[in-house]
Nanobody, 114 residues
Framework: VQLQASGGGLVQAGGSLRLSCAAS????????VGWYRQAPGSQREVVARISSDRTANYADAVKGRFTISRDIKKNTLYLQMNSLKPEDTATYYC?????????WGQGTQVTVSS
């Protein structure tokens, strides 16, 4: 299983970005998937997840601004990020849990300037 994240970049506060995570070797449609982020000096934290029963959950800090989704045909996971804030600056990782195995993408950097 390999996860390839992309879509990060530099954006001004209030702007938008869409992160993508393409999977190979498995499918997003049957597994719990999510996005995490890690800022310098901080622990990795969950941003948004879709559980195996297809329920989406969000961290309080991003509710109403971020949307997680997946395209089954393209086997790609997305994170639409709107109204970005400087505190959203971090490296973002996609995650997939398949049975007892957990997989991570390589991370994509998001930097929000004030």
């Amino acid at each position: 299983v390999q996860l390839q994240a992309s879509g990060g970049g530099l954006v001004q506060a209030g702007g938008s970005l869409r992160l993508s995570c393409a999977a190979s070797g498995t499918t997003f449609g049957l597994n719990a998937v999510g996005w995490y982020r890690q800022a310098p000096g901080s622990q990795r934290e969950v941003v948004a997840r879709i559980s195996s029963d297809r329920t989406a959950n969000y961290a309080d800090a991003v509710k109403g601004r971020f949307t997680i989704s997946r395209d089954i045909k393209k086997n790609t996971l997305y994170l639409q990020m709107n109204s970005l804030k400087p505190e959203d600056t971090a490296t973002y990782y996609c995650n997939l849990v398949k049975k007892t195995q957990e997989y991570w993408g390589q991370g994509t950097q998001v930097t929000v300037s004030s």
